[in-house]
């Protein structure tokens, strides 16, 4: 969607840093919508009736994305003229329906982006070795179709925009939701559904753990000793706290049910920041290497990436300035567009490495009823990264 956005709000007679204002606004929104809708599935609906009622409002905002393009501008007759054209601006309802339908599609991939991907990797049974393995490359080439995906946006939709009109555009991405909808609506039978074990929500319950640690604080460290904590509990012992039963409450009242639900709030805990500790051993993994190995090995390569990125962005002005195009902004600088191949297959790599290992971990460290929300976690430092554009 972001793809030449700039360039149709441009349509609606904004500057272009106004254009770009709203189509970071815009993406910051796509990135942090996901959170609330792993929320929502993970704690209500479920991840399929979520994908299904996210299918089809992502429909409706297309539908209402292509009706703002194709409705003619209802323009006073002083603007029928060439010369004048130009300057008129779109009347303002079709401006608000335009935005309004933008951000609709913001609010359907809050729930499509994060429970599509964990509903996808629910397929495979962890507890088989082989289909265990199969889940990590389940990443992978989910990934891989995302960039397909890309490519062919880029290729064929933008040529259609600027060679047909903004209406098409806007309506095979429409009509392709469509399609996708059906084709997982077929499938439903042949899917596996993750029950809920838990009488309460998780979003509940995990509040609950907050509260109880809050009303158990003043709990001495001898206390907390006679609590049986597996290995994991040493970290986050704040946390361990509601398994006590404080003074004013009976022990009935004041223990959650088992430890499972401590140990699954420090699993959430454990991902607010991604540096966190490895408490398993290096080796000894079905993968060959682990995910923190990957998102490391593509941070790595991202700083060497923007290391050659400088470089060739110092040679560039190092022509301009031989001749003499530093101040002439609209000039076309005599470089061969072969300079940006090395940074821009190093992104690829990048790419690969980091956001792959970024949703494999999310998946794999929350417990079974946060995979949505796991997933949605690392969409928000994009949100970061646009917000702080």
């Given at each position: 969607m972001c793809f030449k956005l700039s360039a149709y709000?441009?349509?609606?007679?904004?500057?272009?840093?106004?254009?770009?204002?709203n189509v970071n606004a815009w993406s910051g929104t796509a990135s942090l919508t996901p959170l609330l809708g792993a929320l929502v599935a993970d704690s209500f609906l479920g991840r399929y009736h979520t994908i299904v009622f996210a299918s089809l409002l992502n429909i409706l905002g297309l539908g209402l994305l292509t009706l703002s393009a194709v409705l003619p501008f209802f323009v006073s007759s002083n603007c029928q003229t060439t010369d004048n054209a130009n300057a008129c601006a779109p009347p303002q309802h079709q401006v608000v329906l335009f935005f309004f339908s933008l951000y609709l599609v913001a609010i359907a991939q809050g729930g499509h982006k994060p429970c599509v991907q964990a509903f996808g990797a629910d397929q495979f049974d962890p507890l088989d070795s082989e289909e265990c393995k199969a889940r990590s490359s389940f990443f992978n080439w989910w990934y891989f179709g995302m960039c397909g995906g890309n490519i062919a946006t880029i290729s064929v939709l933008n040529y259609i925009q600027d060679n047909f009109n903004w209406g098409l555009g806007f309506g095979i991405p429409c009509v392709a939701m469509c399609l996708a909808l059906v084709s997982f609506w077929l499938g439903t039978m042949t899917y596996r559904f993750s029950s809920r074990c838990e009488e309460k929500i998780p979003l509940v319950r995990i509040g609950m753990v907050f509260l109880k640690a809050v009303r158990n604080s003043r709990a001495?460290?001898?206390?907390?000793t006679k609590v049986q904590c597996d290995r994991d509990s040493q970290q986050f012992r704040f946390l361990n706290k509601p398994l006590l039963a404080s003074d004013d409450h009976s022990a009935?009242?004041?223990?959650?049910?088992?430890?499972?639900?401590?140990?699954?709030?420090?699993?959430?805990?454990?991902?607010?920041?991604?540096?966190v500790p490895i408490t398993r051993t290096i080796t000894g993994t079905s993968c060959g290497i682990t995910k923190l190995q990957r998102v490391g090995t593509g941070i790595?390569?991202?700083v060497l990436t923007m290391a050659i990125a400088a470089l060739v962005e110092m040679k560039r002005l190092e022509i301009a300035r031989e001749y003499g195009l530093v101040d002439v902004p609209n000039a076309t600088v005599p470089m061969t567009i072969w300079w940006l191949v090395p940074q821009y297959l190093l992104f690829g790599i990048t790419e690969v490495f980091t956001m792959i290992g970024l949703q494999e971990f999310f998946y794999d460290q929350v417990p079974r009823e946060f995979r949505s929300i796991g997933l949605s976690l690392y969409l928000k430092y994009f949100w970061c990264g646009e917000l702080s554009k």
């Open positions: 709000i441009g349509r609606c007679r904004q500057s272009t840093a106004a254009a770009a204002e001495t460290s001898v206390e907390e009935e009242d004041g223990k959650i049910s088992n430890i499972n639900d401590a140990e699954e709030e420090k699993g959430l805990a454990r991902l607010v920041p991604i540096l790595f390569l991202s």
